[in-house]
C-alpha cells in the first residue's frame, strides 16, 4: 500500500459539480488500496473575490488580516471535499493549515514552511480515512495564521510529500501536463512525458504557470516525484523528477515566453567593487523583481547596467532609482516597455555548444531582432520586441524540432 | 476607563459598507476612552450560502466538517471588520474562536462553551488595540473547530464579557430593542426600556429571536448586563437585567409567537417511572429539539404522552421513535403539522391569579381554538392552528394592554 499525495487546483474545484468529479478522481486512488492525502486550493475565483472585498473597506494592506481573510477559502474547499468524499462512501477528515501541523516562519503573505507536525494526519490515515488538507496556508509557531504566497497550494503538497515519505505527488490542474510551449499560441505544442527539476524550474520562472518555482524547489531538495496532469481527462501527465532520459536526444526541451517586459538601463556607474551589489539591493528593498540583468563595461571607470523588469513595475523602479541617485551615483536612466522574453530550455544544451548561436540564427532569419542575452548552463533568454514575440517562438519550436516528439500518453 | 464587549450580528455586516459603519460604532466607543472587545457573526447571508454548497455536495449530514465549513464565515468577517477599524486609524487585531481561546465540549454544531483562555486578548487590549473575536465557533481540546449552533455569536459576546469582567455587554442588531411583541406583524408593539432575564429567556425560547436563548442564560448565571440595540439608529435599546420594576404594574410583557409546529403524539407507553426519562432521552440523544410537553394519563397501566417539535424535525423524529420502538414500547404515533405556539410572558403573572383564564377567554371570544397548552411561572403557552396565530396575537397585545406602554428611548 502506496501513500499518494494529490493536489488540486481551484479551476478543478470551482463548483459543486467539480468536487464531485475530484472525490471521484480520490475514489479510484483509494480504491487502488492506496492510503491519500489530499491539498486543495480555494474554489475558482474565491481568493480574488476576497481581495476584492478587502479593498473595498481598506486602500491600505494588513498583511496580517489579509491572510486571515484569504486562508479560509481553502477552509471551504477542504470541508466541501470532505462531504464530497462521504457522499462517496468513503471517510474523509479535514485539516486546516493549523490543524494539520504546518508550522511556517512567521511572515505574513509569503510565508516558508519550516517543520509539519504530522501527528495529526498520520492518525486519520492509520484509521482509513483520507485526509484533505488547506494548502496555501499554514500557522506561526504562536498560532498566527500565515499563507505560503500565490500558488502556495503546490509546496503544501511538496511539502507534505517530504514530511510523509509519500511515493508520489499528483498535481491535478486544469491542463494536461507540461508542454514544450504553450498549447494556447502554438498549435504543433506537445506534451512532455517527463521532465527535469531544473528544467521545469526554468520554465516555471519564465510564466510556463503550471507549477509554482517554491514547490519544484522544494521536490527538487527532497527529490518528490511529481506528476502533473488534468483533473478532468483520465491520460497520464508529464513526470518531473531528477533525471530524464532525454528523447530522441533533444537538446531543448521547451520555448516560454513572457510578454510585458520592460527594460531599464542605469548609464555613467562607477565602476566599484560595490556598483551592482548596491543598484539590486536597494532595488530588492523595495520589492522590484529583477529578472534579466546585463552589465557592459564602457570605459575602466564608469559602467552600464541593463535590466529587465514587469512593465507594472516601471514606474515604482523609475521611483526608487531617482531617489537613490546620490547613494548610486549615476549619471542617466533609459527604459523600454513594449518588449518580450523569449527562452529555450533544456539540461542537453550543457554538453551541445553552439546552441545558443542557432538560437540567434534561426531569430536572425525570422528577421527578429534580439535586444537582450542572458544564458544559463540549461536556458537562454532573449529579450525581442512584444509584436515579435509569437513569431519567435513558432520558429524555435520548429527549428529545435519540438513538435515532431512522439508522445506516451 | 471601561472594557465593552460589543456585539455585531450578521445584517449590521452584510456588505462592506454596513462593515465600514460598524467600525464607526465601535470607534465612538473607543473615544470614549473605553477598551473594545468586538464579537462579528458572518455577513449577511454567508452561513445560508454555505449550507447550500454543502446540500450540493451531500445530502448527508457530516456535523464536524459543517463546522469546519461555517466557521469560515465569521473569519470573514473579523478579517475585514479588523482591515476597515485600520482604514479609520484604529490599531485592530482579529482572533478566530482557537485563537480567542475558546474551548468548547467536544460536540459538533451545538457546542457549549467550557472555558475562554484570554491571555491573548488581554495582551492586544494592553497594547490598546481593539480585539475582533469570531463569535459563533470554539475549538476543543485537541484542536477541532466547534460551532455553538445558530444565534451563538450572541453565547460568545456573554462568555467573553464574564471572562474578561465586561463592565457591559452590548448587542447590535437589526431591531431598537425588545418588544412587546413583534412589530413586524403587530403595528402596535412597544419596545421595552427593560427586561428581566427570566422574561427574555421565555421569549427567546418562544422564537423573539432578538437574543440567542443560551446567551442570555449565561447573562443571568454571571449576571452581565445587556442591551439589545440598533446598529443603524443612534437611540437607547431595551436593558436586560435581573430586576426589572414594573412599568403599569403591567402583568404580561410581552407575547411570543412561532409558526411551523408540529404535534407529535405517543399513545399506549406503560406508565412507569421510567417512561417519561426514556422517551425523552431517546429524542435527545438523536438531537431532536423538543419544545412543550403534555403528559396524559389514559388509565392505571398506559399513558399517552404529547410533544412539539419543529416541523422540519418531524421526520426524524418519527424514525427515532419508529426505530426503538422495542425500548420506548408504545402501541402507536400520531401527529399533526400546521400549528404554531403563542404565548404571554411576564414576570407579574406569579402574583396574580387568573392570567391563565383571561388568555383563554380573550382566545375563546377571538374564536381560536387551543389545542396544547403548558404554563412557567412566568409564561403561559398555547397551541393554536398556523391560520390563527396572528389573530390570537392582536387580540391578545390589545387585552393585556401591551400597546400603551409609555416608552423611554
Redesign the interface.
Known amino acids: 500500500m502506496a501513500l499518494i499525495v494529490q493536489k488540486f487546483g481551484g479551476t478543478s474545484l470551482s463548483d ?1 459539480e467539480r ?2 468529479n475530484v ?1 471521484e478522481r480520490i475514489s479510484a486512488e483509494k480504491m487502488k488500496g492506496n492510503d491519500c492525502v489530499v491539498v486543495v486550493s480555494a474554489m475558482g475565483k474565491t481568493t480574488d473575490q ?1 481581495i476584492s ?2 479593498k ?5 494592506v ?1 498583511k ?3 491572510d ?2 484569504l ?2 477559502g481553502e ?2 474547499t ?7 468524499l ?2 462517496n462512501g468513503w471517510e474523509a ?2 485539516f ?1 493549515g ?2 494539520a501541523g504546518i508550522i511556517t516562519e512567521p511572515v505574513h503573505g509569503n510565508a516558508r514552511i519550516l517543520n509539519i507536525h504530522t501527528e ?1 494526519i498520520r492518525e486519520q490515515l492509520n484509521k482509513g480515512k483520507i485526509v484533505i488538507v488547506a494548502g496555501f496556508q499554514g500557522v506561526t509557531e504562536d ?1 498566527e ?1 500565515t499563507t505560503l504566497g500565490r500558488g502556495g497550494s503546490d509546496t503544501t503538497a511538496v511539502a507534505l510529500s517530504t514530511a510523509l515519505k509519500a511515493s508520489k505527488c499528483d498535481i491535478y490542474t486544469d491542463v494536461t501536463g507540461v508542454y514544450t510551449t504553450d498549447p494556447r499560441h502554438v498549435k504543433e505544442a506537445q506534451k512532455l512525458a517527463a521532465i527535469s527539476y531544473d528544467e521545469m524550474l526554468e520554465l516555471a520562472h519564465l510564466g510556463a504557470g503550471v507549477l509554482h518555482p517554491r514547490a519544484v524547489e522544494f521536490a527538487k531538495n527532497h527529490n518528490v516525484t511529481l506528476e502533473v496532469r488534468s483533473s478532468i481527462e483520465k491520460e497520464r501527465g508529464t513526470i518531473i523528477k531528477e533525471e530524464v532520459t532525454m528523447e530522441q536526444n533533444l537538446v531543448v526541451r521547451g520555448v516560454a515566453f513572457e510578454d510585458e517586459i520592460t527594460r531599464v538601463t542605469v548609464f555613467g556607474l562607477p565602476n566599484c567593487l560595490t556598483s551592482l551589489s548596491t543598484i539590486f539591493s536597494t532595488l530588492a528593498k523595495n520589492n522590484i523583481d529583477v529578472d534579466i540583468i546585463i552589465q557592459s563595461m564602457t570605459s575602466k571607470e564608469i559602467t552600464d547596467i541593463s535590466f529587465s523588469i514587469k512593465n507594472d513595475t516601471l514606474k515604482e523602479t523609475l521611483n526608487v532609482l531617482e531617489k537613490n541617485k546620490d547613494l548610486l551615483k549615476y549619471d542617466h536612466i533609459e527604459s523600454e516597455t513594449g518588449l518580450a522574453k523569449v527562452s529555450i530550455v533544456g539540461s542537453g544544451m550543457v554538453s551541445n555548444p553552439g546552441v545558443a548561436a542557432e538560437m540567434f540564427t534561426v531569430l536572425s532569419n525570422n528577421g527578429i531582432e534580439i535586444r537582450m542575452v542572458s544564458t544559463s548552463e540549461i536556458k537562454i533568454s532573449t529579450v525581442v520586441n512584444q509584436q515579435q514575440m509569437l513569431p519567435a517562438v513558432n520558429a524555435l519550436h520548429k527549428a529545435f524540432k519540438l513538435s515532431a516528439i512522439p508522445i506516451r500518453s
Open positions: 459543486p468536487i464531485l472525490a476576497l472585498l478587502a473595498d473597506v481598506s486602500n491600505q494588513n496580517r488580516e489579509m486571515m481573510l486562508s479560509t477552509q471551504v477542504i470541508a466541501l471535499l470532505s462531504m464530497a462521504s457522499q477528515a479535514s486546516t493549523w490543524q495529526k498560532g495564521i
